[in-house]
Nanobody, 126 residues
Framework: LQLAESGGGLVQPGGSLRLSCRDSGFGFDYYAVGWFRQAPGKEREGVSCISSSGDSTNYADSVKGRFTISRDNAKNTVYLQMNSLKPEDTAVYYC????????????????????WGQGTLVTVSS
């Protein structure tokens, strides 16, 4: 897999952004894909993941009800729709992929995940 994120930028509090994670390799539809974020001075944390077929999703408590993960396997792309953004959502967002099942334990250890993107910066500020 070769993952690349896009869609980051500057947005005002309460606004929305949609991040994309596109794979330019092969076998994307076999992998669960997830999003992580790392805020300045903080450890990276798991945000959301989606199963290979898209029928199962998982969210961190901090984003439930505001973020929605989805995927289009025909386009080799996973999306993260982020609504009602808060300043504390400011971070570099990374996508990752792995063959393991998406769920609460999917995110860790991070070193075990098969592939990572380079990250995209989201800044929520007025």
């Amino acid at each position: 897999l070769q993952l690349a994120e896009s869609g980051g930028g500057l947005v005002q509090p309460g606004g929305s952004l949609r991040l994309s994670c596109r794979d330019s390799g092969f076998g994307f539809d076999y992998y669960a894909v997830g999003w992580f974020r790392q805020a300045p001075g903080k450890e990276r944390e798991g945000v959301s993941c989606i199963s290979s077929s898209g029928d199962s999703t998982n969210y961190a408590d901090s984003v439930k009800g505001r973020f929605t993960i989805s995927r289009d396997n025909a386009k080799n792309t996973v999306y993260l729709q982020m609504n009602s953004l808060k300043p504390e959502d400011t971070a570099v967002y990374y996508c990752a992929a792995d063959l393991s099942k998406c769920g609460d334990d999917w995110y860790y250890p991070e070193s075990a995940l098969d592939a990572w993107g380079q990250g995209t910066l989201v800044t929520v500020s007025s």
